[in-house]
């Protein structure tokens, strides 16, 4: 296939073409997560608060496997700009490899750390138990979703934006239409309640995995798995590695964030919990339409990157820059203006809807200003420069918003912990700027 057109292309319809299915892909992934959290709610309150404690270990089998997957692209896109279509199918094959590996790895050890670690947060034997089941099943699974992601990254990599939306979006519907004959029961179906919610993602994510390996098998892909790859390459498996583990931290760093807001929060009142699990997957919809244009840019500068077409890199940077922006302002105003009704959708209890509709109205302050960060953080993976990458990531979610939270929830209560996040964003903003023009300008 012909995938010179990254190059050569204009810059903004090739970044509209590249995002906008990413787009579409994101805010269906965000429609399904909040759809999936609605049929959840009406299990019970409890329900919603197990899948909160399950949500850090979930997001972190999850980073892993989207984190790689951007080694997998990063490393892709760069052989093949610079024309080196054999490394190119090298770092295919040995990517999907130790995803694989991966997803053993990791159903093994989740499953096994899930019951210590929901008991470190709550004594009632209901959450756990429902936390056990949500999690036993969906970790069940871990196999076919790294697999899935990094099928993802692949397409993705090579320009074949419109596989992976499609895939993604099959993926959901079906997660969506099996959520209520699986929780709720339909005919000769039972009612599984937490259990079908689980089982419907992960019977979502199969169904992903089967249209990659039918688009696969069926049409020409710029890149081939083959066995003459599979042969041990260190200097290879360290440059997956080299961006892939940064960028699995990076997405792995909220994980370690939400556990610490968790321990903070829940000393005042399990609704803080809630509340906190809730903007989590408002924050989904809300910043995956971003992610998604972050998506598209990220193997166009790779590419360009491995052109040395240096110009392009930086207008697709500000480019990226801009519409993101414009995505989180639209999101500020939702959460500043329809704050009760958001958090409403996901529970009937007074006071956690008030509690909630406190903390939308100022997280959302810091939404703006952290598209700087998001850029700045893609587009350094889309260099090979994951460290740097890294740098913005751990000042977000480790150097500032920690320490800010503590002292803040130390002063003001829990409401200090809502006002740690916009004073994060921008303290995080500036130094994104500064990390990523001195890591693009070094010889």
Request: aromatic share 4%; net charge negative.
């Given at each position: 296939m012909n995938d010179t057109f990254m190059k050569t292309k204009p810059v903004f319809p090739l970044l509209l073409s590249m995002a906008l299915p990413n787009v579409i892909s994101m805010l269906v992934n965000s429609l399904y997560n909040i759809v999936d959290s609605l049929f959840v709610a009406q299990i019970s309150e409890q329900a919603m608060t197990a899948l909160s404690l399950v949500f850090p270990i979930q997001n972190f089998v999850n980073a892993v496997a989207i984190g790689f997957g951007i080694g997998i692209n990063a490393q892709i896109a760069l052989y093949l700009g610079a024309g080196d279509h054999e490394n190119a199918n090298r770092a295919a094959t040995h990517g999907m490899m130790f995803s694989l590996l991966h997803g053993v790895l990791g159903m093994i050890l989740c499953i096994a750390i899930m019951p210590g670690f929901l008991r470190r947060f709550t004594t009632d034997p209901t959450l756990v138990d429902m936390g056990v089941t949500y999690s036993t099943i969906v970790f069940l699974f871990s196999l076919v979703n790294m697999a899935d992601l990094a099928f993802e990254k692949i397409f993705q990599s090579v320009g074949r934006m419109n596989?992976?939306?499609?895939?993604?979006?099959?993926?959901?519907?079906?997660?969506?239409?099996?959520?209520?004959?699986?929780?709720?029961?339909?005919?000769?179906?039972?009612?599984?309640?937490?259990?079908?919610?689980?089982?419907?993602?992960?019977?979502g994510q199969a169904v992903s995995l089967v249209v990659y390996l039918y688009v696969y098998c069926t049409t020409e892909v710029a890149v081939r798995f083959s066995r003459r790859c599979l042969r041990f390459d260190a200097a290879l498996d360290g440059k997956l590695y080299a961006i892939g583990v940064p960028a699995i931290l990076n997405l792995a760093l909220p994980s370690l964030l939400v556990t610490f807001l968790n321990g903070l929060l829940a000393v005042y009142s399990q609704s803080y919990v809630t509340v906190l699990g809730i903007y989590y997957k408002l924050q989904t919809f809300l910043y995956l339409p971003a992610n998604g244009i972050v998506q598209g840019m990220r193997p166009l500068v790779g590419y360009n990157y491995g052109a040395r077409e240096h110009g392009r890199v930086s207008r697709l940077y500000s480019l990226t820059l801009g519409l993101s922006a414009g995505i989180m302002a639209i999101g500020t105003l939702l959460c500043l203006t329809i704050a009760g009704p958001l958090m409403g959708l996901f529970t009937s209890n007074p006071e956690t809807i008030a509690i909630g509709q406190t903390a939308l109205r100022i997280i959302c302050l810091g939404f703006i200003v952290s598209a700087v960060s998001t850029t700045s953080s893609g587009a350094l993976e889309g260099l090979g420069k994951g460290v740097p990458s890294l740098v913005i990531s751990l000042c977000r979610y480790i150097i500032f918003i920690m320490p800010i939270a503590w002292v803040l929830c130390g002063r003001m209560g829990p409401t200090g912990v809502w006002h740690a996040f916009w004073i994060t964003e921008a303290l995080?903003?500036?130094?994104?700027?500064?990390v990523y023009h001195k890591a693009v300008h070094q010889k």
């Open positions: 596989v992976a939306m499609v895939a993604l979006i099959t993926g959901c519907v079906t997660n969506i239409a099996l959520d209520p004959v699986l929780i709720f029961g339909l005919g000769p179906v039972p009612a599984l309640g937490i259990a079908g919610a689980a089982l419907a993602t992960g019977i995080s903003a500036v130094i994104a700027y500064a």
